[in-house]
């Protein structure tokens, strides 16, 4: 058995190999991130499956204070993890992952629920590759990575023009072009997360913990633009 005296600051064994500690740190992230996207989808569920609550988020009162609410917590939680503490940080990612929950109740309403799964699976292959695709690659994608960050603004700018244009064609362009852009953006955060686990062993075990939530919030977020734009391709419509 081991003693408190024997563990890390990171929360391994004091003798474990570096190999160990990237792993504990790799799986802590991966973890929280599946966690928080079954959280998402359970809470899609019950709130799709549930007429009042279903009327009351899609208020249109309510629905803008969560759209708000969604935006404030990631950006709040990205800008203030270095003054948070793990336990707060941990917080913030599941309501975020609460609200987004609710949010996407609506897929269920308007999508069927093979095609739902359909996509998930999609999506899942589609992460997965672009995951072992970023750890496998050794070449440093920080130059990638700017490039994707300028092309994740033209992303959003374009979308919100073409909520008010409505062009059906630029639509499609969107979505495979946004489908690409997501597929590299996992591929880069993987990467990160990569870097990140190498210095694991010198982290002190709070900030490990910080670390990983904003990992396991990184992959999250490449995660649910995927299935998002899968869905445009393989969402069937209720009737």
Wanted: charged share 10%.
């Amino acid at each position: 058995m081991y003693n408190e005296q024997d563990f890390t600051r990171t929360g391994v064994p004091e003798e474990a190999s570096p190999a160990a500690i990237q792993n504990a740190f790799v799986n802590r992230v991966y973890g929280w991130m599946c966690a928080a996207l079954a959280l998402t989808g359970g809470v899609a569920w019950i709130v799709a499956h549930n007429e009042h609550l279903l009327r009351l988020v899609f208020q249109k009162g309510i629905f803008w204070v969560l759209i708000v609410a969604t935006f404030v917590l990631v950006v709040s939680l990205s800008a203030a993890i270095n003054r948070i503490s793990a336990e707060a940080a941990t917080a913030a990612f599941i309501a975020y992952s609460v609200l987004e929950g609710a949010l996407f109740s609506s897929i269920f309403a308007v999508y069927t629920q093979a095609s739902i799964a359909t996509t998930f699976f999609a999506a899942s292959l589609t992460f997965g590759l672009s995951s072992l695709a970023g750890w496998a690659i050794r070449r440093d994608l920080s130059g990638f990575g700017r490039f994707l960050m300028f092309a994740l603004i033209g992303f959003i700018i374009g979308t919100v023009i073409n909520i008010f244009w409505a062009n059906s064609g630029f639509e499609v362009f969107l979505t495979y072009a946004g489908i690409l852009l997501f597929a590299g953006l996992s591929a880069y955060d993987t990467q990160k997360i990569k870097f990140m686990s190498m210095n694991a062993g010198a982290m002190a075990r709070e900030d490990g913990k910080k670390l990983a939530i904003v990992g396991a919030l990184m992959l999250y977020l490449d995660f649910i633009n995927l299935f998002l734009l899968l869905l445009r391709i393989f969402g069937g419509r209720r009737n």
